[in-house]
């Protein structure tokens, strides 16, 4: 990749660049990024999730696969991911097809997670109706007494998802609206990266 405007390497070195900007500035959840999926007819959703990972293989998440999102990326794996920090007045977004985590490397993100998390993924039939809280605290306590001292496992309905990037806008925040968006858009033959201005 050349070009006078790319002051990365990669988008991905940029992504990682601002994240580390955020960290030090926004007061929560610098990886929460919006996560834009479809149905295969087109119906689009969006919810937040939290980035765990991004370098040249992709950006990488983590949900309950029986979710709501996670029925949509199983029929429609393309989805868009949007970051918005408001105290760098700066967005990324960022499409492309997802693929699945090795469980490999779900087991070692999962087993990373503070115990009562792990717990709750067991107790969580993330996105389907509860009768009320009740239930949800009595599947908390049943999986706490089951699992007692011992390990917690990760439940084969957990797992994440890896983002593969066609396309990166870059956003930042100027004077009078007149904002600066460079765009990274991926040329599949030569496995590079174009470089382009877009007007705001
Ligand atoms: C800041 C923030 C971070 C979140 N991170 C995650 C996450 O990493 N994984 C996840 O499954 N849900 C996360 N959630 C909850 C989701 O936004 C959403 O409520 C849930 O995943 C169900 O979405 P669905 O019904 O579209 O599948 C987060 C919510 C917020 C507000």
């Known amino acids: 990749m050349s070009d006078k405007r790319a002051s990365f390497e990669t988008p991905f070195d940029q992504v990682n660049a601002w994240l580390a900007e955020a960290t030090e500035s926004e007061p929560n959840d610098p990886t929460a990024m919006a996560l834009a999926t479809a149905t295969p007819d087109g119906f689009p959703s969006v919810r937040m999730v939290l980035l765990k ?18 029925g949509e990326l199983a029929q429609n794996p393309n989805a868009a ?11 990324i977004r960022v499409e492309g097809a997802v693929e699945p985590v090795t469980d ?12 009562a998390s792990r717990i709750g993924a067991w107790a969580s039939q993330q996105s389907r109706e509860m009768e009320g809280r009740f239930e949800f605290e009595g599947a908390i306590a049943k999986y706490t007494a089951k699992f007692g001292a011992g390990d917690v496992p990760r439940p084969d309905y957990w797992s994440g998802f890896r983002l593969k990037p066609r396309y990166f806008e870059f956003w930042r925040d100027r004077k009078f609206r007149l904002h600066e968006r460079i765009t990274y858009r991926l040329d599949e033959a030569a496995q590079d990266w174009q470089l382009a201005e877009l007007y705001p």
């Open 81 to 91: 991911l949007l970051f918005h920090w408001k105290t760098l007045r700066r967005q």
């Open 53 to 70: 990972g991004c370098d040249a293989d992709g950006l990488v998440f983590y949900t309950n696969l029986e979710s709501r999102k996670g």
């Open 104 to 115: 490999a490397e779900a087991d070692a993100y999962f087993a990373s997670r503070p115990r």
